[in-house]
Every structure is written in C-alpha cells, then in structure tokens.
C-alpha cells in the first residue's frame, strides 16, 4: 500500500495551495482518510478529515481556510487550504484506513511521505 503526496510549495501569506494524495494497493472505501501535518520542532497535528460517507472534520486552526475532499472511486483525497498563515508551514502527511476517531493519529495504518508548504510572510 502507497499513499503519494503531492502539491506542497511556497507560498506567500493570503495564498492557495492544494495537496493531493493517491493510494495504491488497496481501497479505503470503508475508511476514513485525513491530513496531518508537523511544524519543526513540534508533535504531528490533525488538520482534517473525511469518513467513507463524505463527513469532513476539522482543526479549529484550519475551519474556514481549508476543504478536504475525497473521490472514492479514484482512492483520492485532497486539501484545498486557502488564505494561508505564516503557521501553517508543515509538512502535511496524507494517512488512511481510520475506522472510528478520524482526527486521532493512532487510528491511520497508512502514511504518505509528507509534503513541504511553506507560508512566508
């Protein structure tokens, strides 16, 4: 199972980016799948989620700003983040295969390689 990232960039305050994340091996059409991302020097962080049925969840940090969406049939999930902060330069990770808490990170079996982005001010 492959979990491909891609999208991270740069990216001055007020801007866009969309992160995409394909996965290969297997389905997770029973599965949530989520972003999380990790600052320098700090713990891995939810950012959002979407369940089998299209239900999105959101850190508070984010609500607003960002949009996951999944497309089922192509095993995809994407993060359109918009009116970007100098806070949120991460790496984002793209996960897959939560059953139960979608914002839990324990919950995700399956990991992307992470992507930069980079908000500058």
């Known amino acids: 199972v492959q979990l491909q990232a891609s999208g991270g960039g740069l990216v001055q305050a007020g801007g866009s980016l969309k992160l995409s994340c394909a996965a290969s091996?297997?389905?997770?059409?029973?599965?949530?799948m989520a972003w999380f991302r990790q600052a320098p020097g700090k713990e891995r962080e939810f950012v959002a989620a979407?369940?089998?049925?299209?239900?999105?969840f959101y850190a508070d940090s984010v609500k607003g700003r960002f949009t996951i969406s999944r497309d089922i049939a192509k095993n995809t999930v994407d993060l359109q983040m918009n009116t970007l902060k100098p806070e949120d330069t991460a790496v984002y990770y793209c996960a897959a295969g939560s059953s139960r808490f979608l914002a839990r990170l324990s919950e995700y079996d399956y990991w992307g390689q992470g992507t930069q982005v980079t908000v500058s001010s």
């Open positions: 091996g297997r389905t997770f059409s029973s599965n949530g």
């Open positions: 979407a369940s089998w049925s299209h239900a999105t």
